[in-house]
């Protein structure tokens, strides 16, 4: 198909992760939140919805280590307080 330069760039911010900072962490109301997590949250519920294949990424992304910190388990919790949450 081909498509117009905006139409390119449109659709392309729809379907690429975009970074928001350069730190491991972003700072939420004094609070400190896994930033990779919190990208691909944004990412995945551009639908307004989590889904339950999107909450499975979601999962492997805090996994990244040898266990689940506290960072990343608060994490999860403000992404399920955030956004909608299908099953």
């Not at 911010?13 to 691909?40: A, E, N, P, W």
Request: charged share 30%; aromatic share 10%.
């Amino acid at each position: 198909y081909k498509f117009t330069k905006a139409a390119r760039i449109y659709l392309d911010s729809l379907v690429t992760k975009h970074r928001s900072g350069t730190s491991m962490y972003q700072q939420i109301d004094g609070k400190r939140y896994d930033r990779s997590c919190l990208d691909l949250a944004a990412h995945l519920a551009k639908d307004e919805l989590i889904s339950k294949p999107d909450a499975e990424e979601l999962w492997k992304d805090v996994l990244d280590g040898p266990g689940v910190t506290q960072c990343e388990a608060d994490t999860i919790a403000f992404v399920m307080e955030k956004y909608k949450c299908s099953q």
